[in-house]
């Protein structure tokens, strides 16, 4: 059983360091699922978020950052930030929630509704469409995130996608609806 629990480990940390790490993954569909199992890895299957983040900054690679917890009933989340490989947590937040509701109401966890695949596959869409509509050659990405509704009204959810030409300059921001259809550039 201990040979069995060893294989297992070593084929994980064989996965993990062969993909670079949640810092080193490109913004595509495979290196954002890989970011999502990361952070599974850290908080569980079952964690509830209100906000989730992936930014890249040229000398540290992606930063993940994430607003996280386990127990929504305990109105507790924690403030967490993922950076060159180690997670550190930045604060502690206490939620509170209008009379008659429940704090998972106003969260969403990492699911087949809601996936970083889906969100780094949107990446790769928006670099085409600014190469294609605005000319501009080999965009950077800069960040991309979930934006979820204050009311909780997960139909409502957005990703989004901000780039910027490769030498700098104007943020270009792509906006899409919670199934990918395009929402809007904005600029």
Do not use: H
Not at 53 to 59: L, N, V, Y
């Amino acid at each position: 059983m201990k040979e069995l629990k060893f294989t297992a480990l070593l084929g994980v940390l064989i996965i993990l360091m062969s993909c670079g790490g949640a810092s080193k993954q490109e913004a595509n569909a495979k290196g954002f699922e890989a970011i999502e199992e990361e952070i599974k890895s850290k908080f569980g299957d079952e964690a509830y978020f209100t906000d989730l983040m992936i930014t890249r900054d040229k000398s540290v690679g992606n930063i993940i950052g994430v607003t996280v917890t386990e127990a929504p009933e305990s109105l507790k989340m924690g403030q967490w930030n993922l950076m060159r490989g180690s997670w550190k947590q930045n604060s502690e937040i206490s939620l509170e929630v209008p009379e008659g509701t429940k704090a998972v109401d106003f969260m969403f966890q990492l699911n087949e509704n809601i996936n970083l695949s889906k969100l780094g596959e949107l990446a790769e869409k928006s670099s085409k469409k600014l190469e294609e509509e605005k000319d501009i050659k080999n965009p950077a990405f800069k960040m991309a995130y979930l934006k979820f509704p204050k009311n909780g009204d997960i139909a409502k959810t957005e990703y989004v996608v901000v780039l910027t030409p490769e030498n700098g300059g104007t943020n270009f921001t792509f906006k899409y609806k919670l199934n990918g259809d395009f929402i809007e550039m904005d600029y």
